[in-house]
């Protein structure tokens, strides 16, 4: 397997939220993913499991840019099957 992206995951979250995904719980996600010997995995994880722990990632301003969204996946090297599931999490939140 290839070399990740050496971007780190305060690059990844910062262009999620200009994406306009907005972060519940964002100070505990940071605190996780930098605690990660792997944050991608720990993200991927987070994102379908962390609602216990008030991490929820949602439609911040009622207009999501899904393209945005699957560029800034996609450029930090996250599977196709994550993009596509992230994005339809965050359109079922409507």
Not at 57 to 72: C, L, P, R, W
């Amino acid at each position: 397997m290839g070399s990740l992206s050496s971007e780190s995951f305060d690059q990844f979250l910062d262009s999620l939220k200009q994406a306009g995904v907005e972060i519940s719980n964002e100070n505990e996600l940071r605190e996780r993913l930098a605690e990660a010997q792997r944050w991608r995995f720990a993200f991927a994880t987070l994102a379908a499991n962390g609602r216990p722990l008030g991490i929820r990632f949602q439609d911040g301003s009622g207009g999501i840019n899904e393209a945005d969204i699957h560029n800034t996946l996609a450029r930090f090297q996250f599977p196709e099957v994550l993009q596509t599931t992230f994005a339809a999490s965050l359109r079922a939140q409507h």
